[in-house]
């Protein structure tokens, strides 16, 4: 009988059937995805061909196209100007087209940046505060407040869109940076007292009562001691807040036009000549995927790491 | 360092008074321990005493200054936790100049005290370690290092040997022991061993109830305990008891059980009922052939250098502690009898000693 291999040890077939389980996973979802890069990728023309085309001479049109505005001109006129000083000018009149200006989609982008990361800062930082209370006060009616704070979630929250629509529109929030950071805060944070509370209850209290008795107040104690231990928990949360207010797209559509628009509602706006200009919707898309992914990545090794490093012997 | 004195403290949790009425004073560099068992209020004193709880009524006095109401922060005293609560995210130097940090001190001082404090624990070559990295025993010292770079006015320590296993806590034992003594702090000292309250305390509080029993030097406590709780707990086996069905007198000194008079240490203090009991430690007792309480030996256990017979009577099983020559069998019959006159009659009603010529 083989004893070299522990009993907790799963088989080797038990791997290699989970490690295909997993790639077979991985590439289904991957599939959109990588449809979407390679759209970005594309021509108007062969972003649209039937059959799909999977080989096709990569161009950077469609990113040109997302961030310019640009109007068609005669073949005399484009010969009268001076030619091209840059390669996006050259795609561009290639097309027999000159640049006009730039296009809305940087400033959507920033307010995206803007409002996503406000509100993922504010949900986390209420949320942890919340948290701590809960977790460590006796707070009258304790398990009423928790469930209320839950009971926030168990509709979708835009079934309120309406009344809230005419809040907004009475308050002055309408289209403003602040009043989608507070919407997408108040969205969040039920989910961020949840999670953090849970990671606050694995936090032992004697933490905080050494820093206090090492001469700290509570709030400095929270700060200096809880929190960096709640980093786990902490990362987790501001995932899961930066993926919900980042993509969200009905409040968006709903309560922003000019000033505050987001990216979601902007991008499947863009429209070419003749139709929505896929490249471009691809290019932007591609572009929106990035900060998401590179925040989570960052973020990836405090989610790998264990809540409390041995400190305490439990 | 100072004293600290705890007047009427008492402390409720809703319907459960955890510490009642509670008087005790520690002196000034003085090693002392609150012994009892779990859930009788000892670690709920301490932490009164930190600053961690709040008293429900009563006072605490830090030197002489009352700080019953004062906040954790600022008392000035240092608490060893039980599970040590070093901060993980900083490592070994850092969790030391933490709490100087605080007060304002210069960061060459910081370093003078922190490397003081270390060279005093023999950690200061694991000063840039983490936490994570470190044995049971180099955190507990870490630890106490953390609560004496401060030079506070008291030490708290709440089970801090609890988690350490035996060998390992008997060292630690001998270096807190050291320790104090060659920085003198006062220290208040939470266990339920009462072998390591034995051997570190300068005086010993044994608690049940949430109320204070006694509170004197170990060899009293365990001589001339003050309550049959504190005769049972202290001692390993504790105290035996005989249940008598008769008063004490003022003046007595002979018993009679079972047709057998014993003396008993002449009594100063009349019994309020009928039903009182004669205790005894093991020690104190030998197996005879006649003139003693009759019965069989039910068991036998051998200490190395002493045995342990535990004899079946009329009156419940009694434990003999005999020279290792002994040699009885079980179902024997024997006897058993006081050797000397170390007795203490407890008074079934207050189920406290009455005063007599050895209780004194």
Request: aromatic share 10%; net charge neutral; charged share 20%.
């Amino acid at each position: 009988m083989d004893t070299s291999r522990s009993y907790l040890e799963p088989s080797s077939f038990s791997k290699k059937l989970a490690a295909t389980i997993i790639i077979v996973y991985t590439v289904i979802t991957l599939i959109p995805i990588s449809w979407m890069v390679m759209t970005s990728f594309k021509n108007v023309n062969s972003a649209i061909s039937y059959p799909p085309e999977v080989l096709f001479e990569p161009s950077l049109e469609g990113y040109v196209n997302l961030f310019t505005n640009r109007s068609r001109q005669s073949q005399e006129y484009l010969d009268s100007l001076p030619a091209p000083e840059t390669w996006y000018e050259e795609l561009v009149r290639s097309r027999e087209m000159v640049i006009t200006g730039p296009s809305k989609f940087l400033g959507r982008y920033s307010n995206s940046m803007i409002i996503g990361f406000g509100s993922t800062f504010a949900s986390v930082f209420l949320g942890a505060l919340a948290a701590y209370a809960f977790s460590r006060f006796r707070v009258p009616l304790k398990d009423d407040l928790l469930f209320f704070i839950l009971s926030t979630r168990m509709f979708p929250p835009i079934a309120v869109a309406v009344p809230i629509f005419i809040m907004y529109r009475k308050l002055g929030l309408g289209d403003t940076h602040l009043g989608m950071i507070i919407l997408y805060t108040v969205v969040n944070l039920s989910l961020a007292v949840w999670l953090l509370k849970g990671f606050m209850d694995e936090i032992p209290k004697e933490y905080e009562e050494a820093a206090m008795i090492d001469g700290y107040s509570r709030l400095q104690a929270f700060f200096k001691v809880v929190l960096p231990q709640a980093m786990t928990g902490i990362a987790a949360t501001a995932i899961f807040c930066m993926i919900f207010s980042w993509n969200e797209y009905a409040f968006a559509v709903l309560l922003t036009q000019f000033n505050a628009q987001t990216a979601p509602p902007f991008i499947p706006t863009i429209i070419g000549e003749g139709g929505l200009d896929w490249p471009a919707i691809g290019a932007g898309t591609t572009l929106f995927l990035l900060p998401v992914m590179i925040f989570t990545i960052i973020l990836r090794k405090h989610l790998l790491r264990g809540i409390t490093f041995g400190a305490v012997r439990k | 360092m100072s004293k600290i004195k705890i007047v009427n403290l008492q402390k409720s949790f809703g319907d459960f008074t955890a510490v009642k009425n509670s008087n005790l004073t520690i002196n000034d560099k003085e090693f002392f321990v609150l012994l009892g068992p779990s859930g009788c209020g000892k670690t709920t004193t301490l932490r009164m005493i930190a600053g961690l709880e709040l008293p429900t009524s009563g006072e605490i006095y830090l030197g002489d200054e009352e700080v019953g109401m004062l906040r954790a922060s600022e008392r000035d005293i240092a608490f060893v936790f039980q599970l040590f609560a070093l901060y993980p995210h900083m490592n070994v130097k850092n969790n030391l100049s933490f709490p100087l940090k605080m007060q304002g001190y210069t960061r060459s001082e910081i370093k003078t005290r922190v490397e003081e404090a270390a060279k005093l624990l023999r950690i200061d070559h694991i000063l840039n370690s983490n936490i994570s990295s470190l044995s049971g025993g180099d955190r507990q010292r870490v630890a106490l290092g953390r609560a004496l770079v401060r030079r506070p006015k008291a030490f708290l320590m709440d089970e801090p040997l609890g988690t350490l296993d035996a060998e390992f806590r008997e060292l630690m034992c001998l270096e807190l022991k050291k320790l104090h003594i060659d920085i003198g702090a006062t220290t208040v000292y939470v266990t339920h061993d009462q072998l390591e309250a034995m051997s570190l305390a300068d005086r010993i509080a044994v608690m049940d109830g949430g109320e204070i029993l006694q509170a004197d030097e170990p060899s009293v406590i365990y001589n001339k305990p003050a309550t049959k709780f504190v005769a049972s707990f202290i001692g390993s086996p504790g105290m035996n008891f005989i249940s008598i069905d008769q008063g004490i007198s003022n003046e007595q000194s002979t018993l009679n059980i079972e047709g057998t008079n014993f003396n008993i240490p002449k009594q100063y203090e009349i019994s309020k009922g009928k039903k009182n009991s004669f205790g005894i430690r093991p020690e104190n007792l030998s197996l005879t052939n006649e003139g003693g309480l009759k019965g069989s030996v039910f068991g036998v256990e051998y200490l190395g250098s002493r045995k342990i017979v535990t004899v079946k009577t009329n009156f419940g099983e009694i434990k003999v502690k005999t020279d290792i020559s002994t040699s009885v069998k079980i179902n024997e019959n024997v006897q058993v009898k006081p050797s000397n006159d170390n007795i203490i009659i407890f008074d079934g009603e207050t189920d406290k000693s009455l005063k007599s010529e050895f209780m004194n």
